[in-house]
């Protein structure tokens, strides 16, 4: 395949997992506007932020003509550029347990996500 078309696939495959996990995760945060974040709805907000994270994992490793992992490694590596700036201005008023650990698990989610659409892949090729 042309280098050309390959790199336009890959700008596509992961900007299309950044804009689900972004707004997709938006809309779930919109369901929790106006209510108390305390530790048990920090601890929810971050199980579907962690999910969303996943899925556009999945989704980018979907789209890629090669290397899926390596595409949702990069799709991790800029949501966490992109959720820096704000965990920086926020760190006073987030409780800090919770501003880690949306970080530290972004990475991990994103290609979590490109391992599943593997498996999935896998199965479907087997005749499973």
Do not use: C, N
Request: net charge positive; no cysteine.
């Amino acid at each position: 395949m042309p280098e050309g078309p390959q790199a336009v696939r890959s700008f596509v495959a992961v900007g299309a997992g950044f804009f689900a996990i972004q707004m997709l995760g938006w809309g779930a945060d919109a369901a929790f506007q106006g209510r108390v974040l305390d530790g048990k709805a920090l601890l929810i907000r971050l199980a579907y932020t962690a999910a969303l994270e996943a899925l556009g994992g999945y989704l980018t490793a979907r789209l890629a003509v090669r290397k899926p992992t390596l595409h949702a490694a990069v799709l991790g590596a800029l949501t966490i550029a992109a959720t820096l700036p704000m965990t920086v201005l926020t760190w006073s008023s987030t409780p800090k347990w919770y501003a880690i650990w949306a970080v530290l698990l972004i990475l991990p989610m994103t290609i979590l996500g490109s391992h599943i659409h593997e498996m999935v892949s896998r199965r479907g090729s087997d005749g499973q």
